[in-house]
């Protein structure tokens, strides 16, 4: 039986996955996103690359049967299983700028990046490091023009997604802390890892 990891609200979590392990994330009560990013387990500047996954599985959607690829060309994870199959690789990880001037809130407030860095910071990853991520469960919208909006998730409680690792790993992972992409309210992201 694999144990249940639990990410709390506008919080992050950071692990190590050998090759061929099998990681699910869950979104265990509905409409909240997880923000993703991965690092050579061997190499950290070789990671995850939104550009790169988007020009070799020819998609902005990502889903089940695609791969997450890095800045070295190399498949890094394989989509296995995806519940609700709304994933989004355009937007950055929020931080504290995104607050003050999407949000136009100048106080102090959580965010994926710092909560990213946090965990990172252990295995020697710094700020300036973390690439975009693989925002898990975000609903973004875009019109004819491109103009790019933020819904709220349509995950449904229990929701999960489900990633091989193709080469040994470092995960970031975060219940993320933005209001826009989480319908206005924070709830806990799951985790479990399986080995082969």
Known sequence: MNVTNIIPPQSGAAFKLNK???????????KQVSDMVLFNGGD??????????????????????????SNRSNKMMEILED??????????????????????????HPSCLEN?????????INKDDIPTAFNIFMNVQFDTNGRLKVLPPTTKPGDLIRFKAKMDLIVGLTACSAEDSNGGTFKPIHYTIAQP
């Open 20 to 30: 061929g392990d099998i990681l699910t994330v869950i979104d265990p009560l509905g």
């Open 44 to 69: 950290i500047k070789e990671r995850i690359s939104s550009g790169k996954t988007m020009d070799f599985e020819e998609t902005i959607l990502l889903t089940t049967g695609n791969f997450l690829w």
């Open 83 to 108: 519940e609700n199959g709304r994933n989004d690789f355009l937007l950055a990880p929020c931080s504290p700028e995104t607050f003050k001037i999407m949000y136009n809130n100048p106080s102090y």
């Open 116 to 124: 990213l860095f946090k965990n990172l910071m252990h295995y020697n």
